[in-house]
């Protein structure tokens, strides 16, 4: 089981990035799929959630309005559409899968991608 993101790097404020998740040894069409982030010095925080269909979505106020997580179940992978960054995003941006059923949790993790915005 592995989540492997992508897509991080440094950008100049107001720039956009996309980060990717690609899933394997699972399928994520029955998980729900977040993006978290961790700033230096910070607590893990949920930037964004999906449900397992896509039919509905989840912001922190922080990034509402800027960002947009969006999923393939035929690809096993989950994306998230930086736009507008700010200096305040700059995070490492992890992936996360999450499965309950009969009050058991699953998830999974993935290892994580900086994204610097900086000028």
């Known amino acids: 089981v592995q989540l492997v993101e992508s897509g991080g790097g440094l950008v100049q404020p107001g720039g956009s990035l996309r980060l990717s998740c690609a899933a394997s040894g699972f399928a994520i069409s029955s998980y729900i799929m977040s993006w978290y982030r961790q700033a230096p010095g910070k607590e893990r925080e949920l930037v964004a959630s999906?449900?397992?269909?896509?039919?509905?979505?989840d912001y922190a106020d922080s990034v509402k309005g800027r960002f947009t997580i969006s999923r393939d179940n035929a690809e096993n992978t989950v994306s998230l559409q930086m736009n507008s960054l700010k200096p305040e995003d700059t995070a490492v941006y992890y992936c996360?899968?999450?499965?309950?059923?009969?009050?058991?949790?699953?998830?999974?993790w993935g290892q994580g991608t900086q994204v610097t915005v900086s000028s």
């Open positions: 999906i449900s397992s269909s896509g039919g509905t979505t």
């Open positions: 996360n899968a999450k499965h309950i059923i009969m009050a058991i949790t699953t998830k999974y």
